[in-house]
């Protein structure tokens, strides 16, 4: 089951130490870098928010990827200002996001290079879990320690986790809604992780609170951030005439209707005996990457697919529910 945390702004567990210093000061400042996320919820009523947290002075925000952000998020920082965010890239293996808000002059963490917590070390778990914080409110915090180093193992529902790479088992309950693309740090306010969205280990069963190593996640965010890992569409890539590139009907693709500027491309139907139907995709799919191009409308899906010639596969990344998984369509 997922833990519960008391209803209060700071939740404080016991602590892995008596020796320990005063934690206040690292949280203070914590909380003025970690963010909340507001987006689209999912299917079933889950929830439209989650975390993230700073790490630029011009409002780079680095959040988990997940369906909250099938529209494009709004970020309230620390002293209450909200902001429309702009999705800058992601990393589906990572299932992290990177947003930028329209700032500047912002509290930021700085992400290093080397982890600088180890085993049995305390570290706090700040973070909008179940909503508490709305406008002004502070993030909620969580004080615990490091349990273990080691890699995941996991699954989510009947799916196994895309991110297969170190991470930092928590001896405290970072899993909650909310929680997800929180910061985790160190007794003087470090970055050292990022909480991860909600897991059960694979072997066990059990709920799983886990970050990322910050040191994990330096690479891709500066990659995405200054531009070396791109997914846009470039506008001035050669179309191929219609009869030779792939459409959404050579594929057996029927989307929702495309009604808005930018709707989201969510399948509606599967085409018996396609390329869709033989690559199992379902309805209410939300196609992501397209042969690693990112999707962020129906417009931008039907542009890729008029740049890749109809005798070749695709690969696509989709988001099912909670998992982010890949797809190989081909034909016969």
Known sequence: MMGVALMVHVVWGIPCSS???????????AQQRVVKVYGAGGIAGLEAYQSGFLVSPEGHVVTAWSYVLDVEPTVVIDDGRRFDAKIVGFEPSLELAVLKIDASGLPFFRIEQQST??????????SNLFGIAAGRES??????????????????GTFKTPYRGPVLILDLI?????????????VDGNLVGMLGKELRDATTGVWINYALPASA?????????????????????????????????????VMVPDVLESTPAYVDEVVPDSWA???ALRPDDLVLLVNGRRIDSQRSLREVLRTIDRRDGVALTIQRDSEILPIQLRGN
């Open 277 to 279: 139907a033989r690559g």
């Open 217 to 253: 996640l330096r690479k891709t965010i500066g990659d995405i951030i200054a531009g070396r890992l791109t997914q846009s569409v470039d506008d001035g890539e050669p179309k191929l005439p219609r009869d030779q590139a792939h459409s959404l009907a050579s594929l057996g693709l």
């Open 174 to 186: 970072a899993n909650n809604p909310g929680a997800a693309g929180g910061a985790l740090v160190d």
């Open 139 to 156: 993030a909620s915090v969580m004080q615990g320690c490091v349990a273990a180093k080691t890699t995941l193992d996991a699954r989510r």
């Open 117 to 126: 917590v180890d085993w049995g070390d305390a570290v706090l778990a700040v």
């Open 19 to 29: 020796a320990e210093p005063s934690l206040d000061r690292a949280a203070q400042q």
